[in-house]
């Protein structure tokens, strides 16, 4: 026994990381204070709320004899007061990387989605753009594929493995182009299509592929069971254009969301087809400190196998931001829903998904939001 446990350690010596890996901690932290109005009756008519957002990610990284480099990333986000989640559940990963590109296993964001919330859902318009769809948000037990940039041009391919408990599955593929327009600014170029199958939690909430919370991946399930789906899928193709110019930034977009099959009873009933078509401008000024931006969206009437709701949206959202520091901003937010319906706001069936005023019954809904965000 003692002769095993020395051989044992000789084995772990021989093979443990050495010390001088690199290792850095990163995140930010958000604290906003906001007033609300037109709420669902359990809310009251107008109220008051605050909310922070810690992030945290640990990243790591190693540099192998073949010249490649070993990755990985833990990250959690904390929030209060309604989710505590377990540390990784917001990421978890290791990959590998080289000329030939990047290779990542494990908890990922969904890239495509991190493109909708961030560039173009950014200064409060991603409610709508990044967090209601037929997207994921990120995919459990990912593979994703990121290409070296080749003139401007990069790709990212990614697939989830799923639970290995039937034939559910997800996958997507994403690209960006810059371009330098000399003195007249830059442009850059965003696509991508995701798909996912079978997926027992389809909604137009964009959840992890195939569950209703963080670190979950795809299982499908047809067995008579009291959460047993049949066949459904759903996808999102989204575009945009972003120009940069001085202090000056402009954006706009389109995304189209897709669901068929067996999904949510409030995207449609039985197993048709239902489609949702998105909007979205926004303009932005920056000038020492002060930053400005303003923008609009339109969540179009949905469209179920061929006959159209009268169920649209139209946002505007203006944000003004002030650096209080390098690494700390202070903000105020103004976003104004307007309803064509005031009980039936297109395909959505959770009040949070429109500042707390969800079918409602009132025309339009408010939210006026004083806040910080400081990054580490």
Known sequence: MFKRVLITTAVATAFSAPAMADVSISGSAEMDFFYRTNQVAADGDNTFGQEIAIVVNIDGKDKLDSGDTLKWRLAQKVATDYRFDSFGQREAWIGYQGGWGELRFGNQFSN??????????A????????DFGAHSVNYARAVSYFSPNFGGFAMQAQVDMGEGSGDAYAYEVTAGY??????????RLDAGYSEARNNKYASSEAFTFGGNAWGKSGGYSNDGS???????????INA????????????AAYKRNEWTGDVNNAIHVGTGKTTVDQYLVRAGYTAG?????????????????????????????AQYNYALSKNTTGFVQVRHHMFDNANKTSVMHGAWQLDGAANGGKDTATRILVGT???F
Request: net charge negative; proline share 1%.
């Open 289 to 317: 400190k002060h930053n400005v931006n303003l923008g609009y969206q339109r969540v179009a009437d949905s469209k179920t196998d061929g006959v159209t709701a009268n169920d649209g949206i139209d946002v505007i959202n």
């Open 373 to 375: 965000w400081t990054g």
């Open 178 to 187: 810059d371009a330098d327009l000399g003195s007249s600014g830059k442009l």
């Open 123 to 130: 200064q409060g318009q991603g409610n709508l753009w990044a």
């Open 240 to 251: 945009g254009v972003r120009y940069f110019n001085g202090g000056f930034d402009l954006a």
């Open 226 to 236: 009291a959460d047993a789906v049949g066949d459904n899928k759903s996808s999102v």
């Open 112 to 121: 495509q989605y991190l493109t909708l919330d961030w560039p173009y859902g």
